[in-house]
T-cell receptor, first 114, second 112 residues
Framework: DTGVSQNPRHKITKRGQNVTFRCDPISEHNRLYWYRQTLGQGPEFLTYFQNEAQLEKSRLLSDRFSAERPKGSFSTLEIQRTEQGDSAMYLC????????????FGSGTRLTVV | DQQVKQNSPSLSVQEGRISILNCDYTNSMFDYFLWYKKYPAEGPTFLISISSIKDKNEDGRFTVFLNKSAKHLSLHIVPSQPGDSAVYFCAIGQGGSEKLVFGKGTKLTVNP
Protein backbone atom coordinates (compact mmCIF):
# COMPACT_ATOMS: atom_id res chain seq x y z
CA ASP A 1 0.00 0.00 0.00
CA THR A 2 1.46 3.34 -1.03
CA GLY A 3 -0.49 5.53 1.37
CA VAL A 4 -3.30 7.99 0.70
CA SER A 5 -3.62 8.86 -2.97
CA GLN A 6 -5.29 12.02 -4.26
CA ASN A 7 -6.14 12.91 -7.84
CA PRO A 8 -5.65 15.18 -9.61
CA ARG A 9 -2.65 16.88 -8.01
CA HIS A 10 -3.54 20.19 -9.62
CA LYS A 11 -6.77 21.56 -11.06
CA ILE A 12 -7.32 24.92 -12.72
CA THR A 13 -10.91 25.80 -13.45
CA LYS A 14 -12.95 28.78 -14.46
CA ARG A 15 -15.28 30.40 -11.98
CA GLY A 16 -18.70 28.82 -12.12
CA GLN A 17 -17.51 25.38 -13.25
CA ASN A 18 -17.93 22.20 -11.22
CA VAL A 19 -14.92 20.19 -10.08
CA THR A 20 -14.53 16.76 -8.49
CA PHE A 21 -11.57 15.39 -6.57
CA ARG A 22 -10.86 11.80 -5.68
CA CYS A 23 -9.20 10.29 -2.61
CA ASP A 24 -8.10 6.68 -2.19
CA PRO A 25 -7.31 6.01 1.49
CA ILE A 26 -5.09 3.31 2.95
CA SER A 27 -7.08 0.14 2.33
CA GLU A 28 -7.50 -1.01 5.94
CA HIS A 29 -8.47 2.46 7.22
CA ASN A 30 -12.20 2.86 7.77
CA ARG A 31 -12.05 6.55 8.64
CA LEU A 32 -11.59 9.20 5.96
CA TYR A 33 -11.30 12.98 6.33
CA TRP A 34 -11.30 16.01 4.06
CA TYR A 35 -9.48 19.19 5.04
CA ARG A 36 -8.84 22.44 3.19
CA GLN A 37 -5.71 24.55 3.50
CA THR A 38 -5.34 28.08 2.23
CA LEU A 39 -2.11 30.07 2.03
CA GLY A 40 -0.64 30.88 5.42
CA GLN A 41 -3.22 28.82 7.31
CA GLY A 42 -3.31 25.39 8.83
CA PRO A 43 -5.61 22.70 7.47
CA GLU A 44 -9.31 23.27 8.24
CA PHE A 45 -11.68 20.36 8.80
CA LEU A 46 -14.39 19.86 6.19
CA THR A 47 -15.92 16.44 6.76
CA TYR A 48 -15.39 12.91 8.09
CA PHE A 49 -16.57 9.45 7.03
CA GLN A 50 -16.66 6.22 8.94
CA ASN A 51 -16.93 3.61 6.23
CA GLU A 52 -19.64 4.97 3.90
CA ALA A 53 -21.39 7.10 6.53
CA GLN A 54 -20.69 10.83 6.63
CA LEU A 55 -20.70 11.51 10.37
CA GLU A 56 -19.39 15.05 10.73
CA LYS A 57 -19.57 18.12 8.52
CA SER A 58 -18.07 21.54 9.08
CA ARG A 59 -20.03 24.73 8.62
CA LEU A 60 -17.31 25.52 6.07
CA LEU A 61 -18.93 22.92 3.83
CA SER A 62 -21.48 25.09 2.07
CA ASP A 63 -24.33 23.79 -0.08
CA ARG A 64 -22.00 23.93 -3.08
CA PHE A 65 -19.78 21.24 -1.55
CA SER A 66 -20.66 17.57 -1.41
CA ALA A 67 -18.62 14.58 -0.39
CA GLU A 68 -19.33 10.90 -0.85
CA ARG A 69 -17.78 7.59 0.04
CA PRO A 70 -20.21 5.21 -1.63
CA LYS A 71 -18.64 1.84 -0.84
CA GLY A 72 -16.58 2.79 2.15
CA SER A 73 -13.41 2.84 0.09
CA PHE A 74 -12.52 5.83 -2.10
CA SER A 75 -14.14 9.22 -1.61
CA THR A 76 -15.01 12.12 -3.88
CA LEU A 77 -15.35 15.81 -3.05
CA GLU A 78 -17.36 17.89 -5.51
CA ILE A 79 -17.54 21.65 -5.60
CA GLN A 80 -20.33 23.13 -7.71
CA ARG A 81 -20.29 26.63 -9.21
CA THR A 82 -16.74 27.28 -8.07
CA GLU A 83 -15.77 30.70 -6.73
CA GLN A 84 -12.34 32.30 -6.46
CA GLY A 85 -12.50 31.85 -2.69
CA ASP A 86 -12.53 28.08 -3.24
CA SER A 87 -8.92 28.22 -4.40
CA ALA A 88 -7.00 26.13 -1.87
CA MET A 89 -5.24 22.85 -1.25
CA TYR A 90 -7.75 20.09 -0.55
CA LEU A 91 -6.28 17.40 1.68
CA CYS A 92 -7.61 13.92 2.29
CA UNK A 93 -6.53 11.78 5.24
CA UNK A 94 -7.39 8.38 6.64
CA UNK A 95 -7.01 6.59 9.95
CA UNK A 96 -7.67 3.08 11.26
CA UNK A 97 -9.75 3.71 14.34
CA UNK A 98 -11.76 5.89 16.68
CA UNK A 99 -9.79 8.63 18.37
CA UNK A 100 -6.67 7.80 16.37
CA UNK A 101 -5.76 11.29 15.39
CA UNK A 102 -2.45 10.29 13.85
CA UNK A 103 -3.94 10.59 10.39
CA UNK A 104 -2.10 9.72 7.22
CA PHE A 105 -2.56 12.59 4.80
CA GLY A 106 -2.36 12.51 1.03
CA SER A 107 -0.35 15.07 -0.92
CA GLY A 108 -3.47 17.05 -1.70
CA THR A 109 -5.21 18.52 -4.73
CA ARG A 110 -4.42 22.16 -5.41
CA LEU A 111 -7.41 23.97 -6.86
CA THR A 112 -7.05 27.30 -8.63
CA VAL A 113 -10.23 29.09 -9.69
CA VAL A 114 -9.64 31.79 -12.31
CA ASP B 1 -11.40 33.64 16.65
CA GLN B 2 -8.44 31.28 16.56
CA GLN B 3 -8.73 28.40 18.99
CA VAL B 4 -5.18 27.22 18.31
CA LYS B 5 -2.35 29.73 17.99
CA GLN B 6 1.23 29.34 16.87
CA ASN B 7 2.58 32.81 17.41
CA SER B 8 5.95 32.30 15.75
CA PRO B 9 5.64 32.07 11.96
CA SER B 10 9.28 31.06 11.68
CA LEU B 11 12.23 29.79 13.71
CA SER B 12 15.86 29.37 12.74
CA VAL B 13 18.33 27.23 14.72
CA GLN B 14 21.79 25.79 14.25
CA GLU B 15 22.30 22.11 13.59
CA GLY B 16 22.81 20.22 16.85
CA ARG B 17 21.00 22.79 19.00
CA ILE B 18 17.51 22.53 20.47
CA SER B 19 14.43 23.65 18.54
CA ILE B 20 11.41 24.67 20.62
CA LEU B 21 8.10 25.19 18.90
CA ASN B 22 5.16 26.58 20.84
CA CYS B 23 1.39 26.39 20.61
CA ASP B 24 -1.38 27.95 22.71
CA TYR B 25 -5.04 26.99 22.78
CA THR B 26 -8.16 28.49 24.22
CA ASN B 27 -10.62 25.63 24.75
CA SER B 28 -10.10 23.70 27.97
CA MET B 29 -12.27 20.88 26.60
CA PHE B 30 -9.54 19.89 24.16
CA ASP B 31 -8.01 16.62 25.29
CA TYR B 32 -5.74 15.31 22.56
CA PHE B 33 -2.73 17.17 21.23
CA LEU B 34 -0.55 16.44 18.23
CA TRP B 35 2.26 17.77 16.11
CA TYR B 36 2.46 17.36 12.35
CA LYS B 37 5.37 18.14 10.07
CA LYS B 38 4.93 19.30 6.49
CA TYR B 39 7.43 19.43 3.66
CA PRO B 40 6.67 21.46 0.51
CA ALA B 41 4.38 19.72 -2.00
CA GLU B 42 3.52 16.98 0.51
CA GLY B 43 0.67 16.46 2.94
CA PRO B 44 1.28 16.85 6.68
CA THR B 45 2.95 13.90 8.40
CA PHE B 46 2.04 12.89 11.94
CA LEU B 47 4.98 13.34 14.29
CA ILE B 48 4.02 12.88 17.95
CA SER B 49 0.99 13.19 20.22
CA ILE B 50 0.02 13.50 23.86
CA SER B 51 -3.26 13.05 25.69
CA SER B 52 -4.53 15.35 28.41
CA ILE B 53 -3.72 12.86 31.16
CA LYS B 54 0.01 13.27 30.54
CA ASP B 55 2.34 16.25 30.62
CA LYS B 56 5.21 14.80 28.57
CA ASN B 57 5.70 12.33 25.76
CA GLU B 58 9.01 11.42 24.19
CA ASP B 59 9.88 9.74 20.90
CA GLY B 60 13.54 9.75 20.02
CA ARG B 61 14.69 13.32 19.39
CA PHE B 62 11.15 14.66 19.75
CA THR B 63 9.44 15.52 23.04
CA VAL B 64 6.04 17.10 23.46
CA PHE B 65 5.18 18.95 26.67
CA LEU B 66 1.67 19.85 27.76
CA ASN B 67 0.82 22.50 30.36
CA LYS B 68 -2.95 22.25 30.78
CA SER B 69 -3.25 25.08 33.29
CA ALA B 70 -1.52 27.43 30.87
CA LYS B 71 -3.22 25.86 27.82
CA HIS B 72 0.21 25.57 26.26
CA LEU B 73 1.85 22.88 24.18
CA SER B 74 5.45 22.73 23.02
CA LEU B 75 7.61 20.50 20.84
CA HIS B 76 11.30 20.09 21.56
CA ILE B 77 13.66 18.69 18.96
CA VAL B 78 17.09 17.72 20.26
CA PRO B 79 19.48 17.68 18.51
CA SER B 80 18.09 19.53 15.51
CA GLN B 81 19.11 18.30 12.07
CA PRO B 82 18.89 19.99 8.65
CA GLY B 83 16.32 17.37 7.59
CA ASP B 84 14.01 18.71 10.30
CA SER B 85 13.55 21.89 8.26
CA ALA B 86 9.81 21.97 7.54
CA VAL B 87 6.57 23.62 8.64
CA TYR B 88 5.32 22.29 11.97
CA PHE B 89 1.64 22.39 12.84
CA CYS B 90 0.13 21.77 16.23
CA ALA B 91 -3.28 20.15 16.04
CA ILE B 92 -5.80 19.60 18.79
CA GLY B 93 -8.75 17.28 19.14
CA GLN B 94 -11.63 16.83 21.51
CA GLY B 95 -13.20 13.60 22.64
CA GLY B 96 -16.47 12.90 20.89
CA SER B 97 -15.32 14.48 17.64
CA GLU B 98 -12.98 13.27 14.94
CA LYS B 99 -12.18 16.86 13.98
CA LEU B 100 -8.72 18.31 14.50
CA VAL B 101 -8.14 22.06 14.86
CA PHE B 102 -4.79 23.12 13.44
CA GLY B 103 -2.61 26.13 14.14
CA LYS B 104 -1.20 28.23 11.31
CA GLY B 105 2.19 26.55 11.50
CA THR B 106 5.78 27.49 12.29
CA LYS B 107 8.44 27.22 9.61
CA LEU B 108 11.58 25.70 11.13
CA THR B 109 14.91 26.15 9.40
CA VAL B 110 17.88 24.17 10.72
CA ASN B 111 21.13 25.59 9.43
CA PRO B 112 24.14 23.27 8.91
Amino acid sequence: DTGVSQNPRHKITKRGQNVTFRCDPISEHNRLYWYRQTLGQGPEFLTYFQNEAQLEKSRLLSDRFSAERPKGSFSTLEIQRTEQGDSAMYLCASSPGWGNYGYTFGSGTRLTVV
Amino acid sequence: DQQVKQNSPSLSVQEGRISILNCDYTNSMFDYFLWYKKYPAEGPTFLISISSIKDKNEDGRFTVFLNKSAKHLSLHIVPSQPGDSAVYFCAIGQGGSEKLVFGKGTKLTVNP
